[in-house]
C-alpha cells in the first residue's frame, strides 16, 4: 500500500488514496481523516473515502478538539480509541451522513505529545463480528494500551 501512495505528489490525492486504501483493505464504509487545525481548537475534515465524504466535505465538518465525540477525544487526549458498538459509547456523535455505523475506530497522528491527526473508521458491524475483527485493529490497541501505562 505504501508504495502506491508515496509517488503522489498533491497532498490531498496522497490522503484521499490512503483512506481510499484503507476502506478497501480492511472494509470499513466510511475511513476519514481529520487535521487539527494550526490554533489547536477544531479537528477538521480533510479527506475520506465512504458514503459521507461528499456532505462533509461540503459542509466543512469539523469538531472542536476535546468535544464530546469519538474524533474531538482523540485529538485532545493523543490516543487510540475503539469503540466496538457507539450505541454503548457516550462519545459517539451520531451524524446523519453515517447512520448505518455500528463501530468506529479513530487513531491519532501525532508528533511527541501533540495530535495533528486523527483517522477514522467506521463500520456497519459491531466489531465482535468475524469481519470488524480484523487484523488492522491490533496494532492500535497495542499502543494504546503502551500509552495507557503510567511512566516508570
Excluded at 508515496?6 to 481523516?33: C, H, R
Excluded at 465525540?69 to 482523540?74: F, L
Excluded at 490516543?79 to 463501530?103: A, C, G, M, W
Amino acid at each position: 500500500m505504501a508504495q502506491s501512495i508515496t509517488t503522489i505528489p498533491n497532498l490531498d490525492d496522497m490522503l484521499n488514496k490512503t483512506v481510499e486504501l484503507l476502506a478497501q483493505q480492511f472494509g470499513y464504509y466510511q475511513a476519514s481523516i481529520f487535521m487539527v487545525d494550526r490554533g489547536g481548537k477544531y479537528a477538521e475534515f480533510k479527506a475520506g473515502y465512504g458514503p459521507a465524504t461528499i456532505g462533509l466535505k461540503e459542509r466543512k465538518y469539523r469538531l472542536e478538539v476535546g468535544s464530546a465525540s469519538i474524533i474531538g477525544w482523540v485529538a485532545a487526549k493523543n490516543q487510540v480509541r475503539i469503540t466496538s458498538d457507539v450505541l454503548e459509547d457516550p462519545l459517539h456523535l451520531k451524524n446523519e451522513f453515517l447512520p448505518e455505523t455500528r463501530s468506529e475506530a479513530s487513531v491519532p497522528i501525532s508528533l511527541g505529545d501533540w495530535c495533528w491527526e486523527s483517522w477514522t473508521f467506521k463500520a456497519r458491524l459491531r466489531a465482535n463480528s468475524a469481519r470488524t475483527q480484523s487484523s488492522c485493529c491490533k496494532p492500535w490497541r497495542a499502543r494504546s494500551r503502551r500509552q495507557s501505562r503510567p511512566a516508570g
